[in-house]
């Protein structure tokens, strides 16, 4: 299994920036796919932005324009870029990972606020 650490997590207003960063316990070109999801108070965790080991990226359509992900695979580490952040952007963000040998993972989670 992997371990996945996330941080960069933190309280920011409504049009600023925050990036997020995600470090694995091993070496990530071996993992077919990393990502982010979110949950927010009373509501089911939802996708955000995942990234194949090839490089073809999927995001929601609530971020997509103002988010990216990028991967760093010398550094085993899986990156979001939030942009022109938004209130309903507040919640506990969750790196992924999944992989053919491990099957899929989670880290702990970080928080990030919005407010208005």
């Known amino acids: 299994q992997v371990q996945l650490v996330e941080s960069g997590g933190g309280l920011v207003q409504a049009g600023e920036s925050l990036r997020l960063s995600c470090a694995a316990s091993?070496?990530?070109?071996?993992?077919?796919?990393m990502g982010w999801y979110r949950q927010a108070p009373g509501k089911q965790r939802e996708l955000v932005a995942t990234?194949?080991?090839?490089?073809?990226?999927n995001y929601a359509d609530s971020v997509k324009g103002r988010f990216t992900i990028s991967r760093d695979n010398a550094k085993n580490s899986v990156y979001l870029q939030m942009n022109s952040l938004k209130p309903e952007d507040t919640a506990v963000y969750y790196c992924?990972?999944?992989?053919?040998?491990?099957?899929?993972?989670w880290g702990q989670g970080t928080q990030v606020t919005v407010s208005s």
């Open positions: 091993r070496s990530t070109r071996s993992i077919n796919a």
């Open positions: 990234m194949s080991r090839s490089g073809d990226t």
């Open positions: 992924w990972y999944y992989s053919a040998y491990d099957g899929t993972g």
